[in-house]
Nanobody
Framework: VQLVESGGGLVQPGGSLRLSCAAS????????MRWYRQAPGKEREWVAE????????YYTDSVKGRFTISRDNAKNTVYLQMNSLKPEDTAVYYC?????????WGQGTQVTVSS
């Protein structure tokens, strides 16, 4: 199983980035997909999740209205559109494929929000 994140980088406050996570080696359409982030010196934090069919979506309060999670089961990919970025969004972002009996993680992609 592989989860490969991409799309991170350096962006100014107020800017946007779109993260992608391409999955292989698993039945992607069966999994809940989640995004987490970890800032320096802090614990990993859950950011957003989308159920297997995309029917239910949830966000942590700090990103509601700014971030959008989506998935394309035909492409085995989950996305995180991040708008109105703030310096406090700076972190390594990880995607996670979750079922109660299986749990997979990507290697992470760095997002830095700074002027």
């Amino acid at each position: 199983v592989q989860l490969v994140e991409s799309g991170g980088g350096l962006v100014q406050p107020g800017g946007s980035l779109r993260l992608s996570c391409a999955a292989s080696g698993l039945t992607f359409s069966s999994y809940v997909m989640r995004w987490y982030r970890q800032a320096p010196g802090k614990e990993r934090e859950w950011v957003a999740e989308i159920t297997s069919t995309g029917g239910n979506i949830y966000y942590t309060d700090s990103v509601k209205g700014r971030f959008t999670i989506s998935r394309d089961n035909a492409k085995n990919t989950v996305y995180l559109q991040m708008n109105s970025l703030k310096p406090e969004d700076t972190a390594v972002y990880y995607c996670n494929a979750y079922l109660p009996w299986n749990d997979y993680w990507g290697q992470g992609t760095q997002v830095t929000v700074s002027s």
